[in-house]
Nanobody
Framework: QVQLVESGGGLVQAGGSLRLSCTAS????????MGWFRQAPGKEREFVAGISESGHITYYADSVRGRFTIIRDNAKNAVHLQMNNLQTEDTAVFYCAAASSFAWRERYSSPAQYNTWGQGTQVTVSS
């Protein structure tokens, strides 16, 4: 069973950047699809970005496309989320998640597709 741990969250001013990392233990991420989600207070968990096993296929929520980049480093068993031009509406707890479902490419934005979740890391963007 894979365990996921997020890091890299923090407080940043609007327009700034952060790089979140998700490191895994227990098994390799090489054969898993990975995703980043976020949850703001009082809101449902929402999809942010997803990446295929090889890294060749990526998906982004409309709200972050062009500002966020999901990257995977299979050699280091890690996935990253580079976040640029952060805005106050990006404030949330960010979670990484792993999926093994064959239906992932059709349902990548659904939390139900992901089997394993990290504990989350807080990102706060001030104005």
């Amino acid at each position: 069973q894979v365990q996921l741990v997020e890091s890299g969250g923090g407080l940043v001013q609007a327009g700034g950047s952060l790089r979140l990392s998700c490191t895994a233990s227990g098994r390799t991420l090489r054969n898993l699809k990975m995703g980043w989600f976020r949850q703001a207070p009082g809101k449902e968990r929402e999809f942010v970005a997803g990446i295929s096993e090889s890294g060749h296929i990526t998906y982004y929520a409309d709200s972050v496309r062009g500002r966020f980049t999901i990257i995977r480093d299979n050699a280091k068993n890690a996935v990253h989320l580079q976040m640029n031009n952060l805005q106050t509406e990006d404030t949330a707890v960010f979670y990484c998640a792993a999926a093994s479902s064959f239906a992932w490419r059709e349902r990548y934005s659904s939390p139900a597709q992901y089997n394993t979740w990290g504990q989350g890391t807080q990102v706060t963007v001030s104005s």
